[in-house]
């Protein structure tokens, strides 16, 4: 016998993460440490930066390949590129010397982008940027646990 749950799609599962924070003090939010299962890197804190872990969380989740690694800036080569996001999309964001966001494509309204991703404002979220900060676009080319 085979589960005939329809299983949720990547959206559906970061949807379902809204509101997932990190807990001021000493104190961690396990569901946020958890992120970190989907990658190589292994933190023990909600402090450790997380967006790409809770974006590797998802596409793991949702059965679809990932980068694998904590890092924003690897979700730069994932995939295909797109200059016509679509929603679910990967939005990339590069502020220099290494360091860059992550998260799901919502929108746009021409001027800014709608994210949904982890680690804005210390939160799962849906937040605006300016277009102009976006790096890269990305779209999900193979299904799979494989990069």
């Known amino acids: ?7 949720l799609t990547h959206m559906e599962i ?3 993460e809204l509101g997932q924070q990190e ?4 104190n961690d939010n396990d569901r946020i440490v958890d992120y970190f299962d989907s ?9 450790t930066p997380w967006c790409a872990a809770f974006a590797n969380w998802v596409l793991m989740e949702a059965g679809i390949a990932r980068t694998e690694s904590a890092a924003a800036l690897s979700f730069a080569k994932w995939g295909v590129p797109t200059k016509t996001p679509k929603y679910g999309d990967i939005v990339v964001f ?3 010397r290494g360091c860059g966001h992550v998260g799901f494509f919502m929108g746009t309204d021409g001027k800014n982008v709608s994210v949904l991703g982890g680690n804005q404002n210390n939160e799962v979220n849906i937040t605006k940027f300016p277009l102009s900060r976006v790096a890269h676009f990305r779209t ?3 299904i799979g646990s494989s990069k």
Do not use: L, N
């Open 1 to 7: 016998m085979f589960d005939k749950t329809p299983k």
């Open 14 to 16: 970061a949807m379902g």
């Open 23 to 26: 807990i001021q003090g000493s």
């Open 39 to 47: 990658v190589t890197y292994r933190a023990t804190d909600d402090e």
């Open 94 to 96: 590069d502020h220099g």
């Open 140 to 142: 999900c080319k193979t």
